[in-house]
């Protein structure tokens, strides 16, 4: 892919950047050329790690607290933003948590945190990015969801039923934004090696991936990057990119 077609020159604001997905996302797109900003909401010294790797790269990031299920906190983030770097060209909404248990056992909260991070994240981070992108006709907006969205997962119904809404939201906002110039897109891991899955059996996962292996955060983030690009993905809206090494075919 060459540089010319790459997002440089852009501003590009990843949710959940201090580490994972998040983090290898954050390199990924400063990688680039962009300007990141990385999210975080608790660990100031893993934000501050990642923008100084990008930094150490030649990169540009500066780091923001904020808790994405906080609507005061998603506003002021974005209105920093925008002050700090006029635009925002590139939301990649990551930031999730797991709250796993039996659903005759799963505790409303742990229910409800997951929803309120995982999805109404997602949902307050677009509305708040997308008054900006709509009024300058441009922007690209990519979703980080599950394949348990897809095929559900016992043990993981809040999960599972937040990602599958972040589907549902995806397109939607795709049909509402695409008169406006702004893709609104997914990307869906598989079992990817990060420290939500460090604890899992991983024998019986493996055996249902066709490629016998689990992935790795720079092969979500190679999709993510690509989602991000024009001209190569500007005529792509709406869609679910799996990046589970054939675990789900559709």
């Known amino acids: 892919m060459s540089s010319a077609a790459a997002p440089a020159d852009r501003t590009a604001l990843v949710t959940g950047a201090s580490r994972g ?15 990141v900003v990385v999210n975080y909401a608790s660990s ?93 006709r441009s922007g690209r907006i990519i979703n980080i969801t599950s394949v348990v969205a897809l095929m559900g997962n016992p043990g993981q119904a809040n999960y599972s039923a937040a990602k599958a809404g972040v589907i549902g939201l995806t397109r939607s906002n795709a049909a509402e934004f695409a008169g406006r110039g702004v893709t609104v897109n997914a990307v869906a891991p598989g079992f990817i090696e990060s ?13 249902a991936i066709p490629l016998g292996r689990m992935g790795l955060p720079d092969e979500v ?17 709406g869609q679910v990119l799996q990046v589970d090494g054939g675990m789900v075919m559709r």
């Open 195 to 207: 420290d939500m899955t460090a604890g899992l059996d991983k024998e019986p996962i493996l055996a």
């Open 44 to 136: 100031a010294e893993a934000a501050a790690e990642v923008v100084a790797a990008i930094e150490a790269a030649g990169g540009r990031a500066w780091s923001h607290r904020a808790n994405v299920a906080d609507e005061a906190e998603v506003e002021g983030m974005v209105k920093a933003v925008l002050e700090r770097s006029g635009a925002i060209d590139v939301l990649v909404n990551n930031a999730g948590i797991t709250r796993d248990g039996l659903l005759m056992r799963m505790k409303t909260a742990d229910w409800q945190s997951v929803i309120d991070l995982n999805l109404t994240g997602v949902f307050l981070c677009t509305r708040a990015v997308s008054r900006s992108m709509l009024k300058a």
């Open 221 to 237: 983030a190679g999709a993510v990057r690509f989602l991000a690009t024009d001209p190569a993905a500007s005529y792509i809206t």
């Open 21 to 35: 997905i998040g983090r290898a996302i954050a390199l990924e797109l400063a990688a680039t050329g962009a300007e």
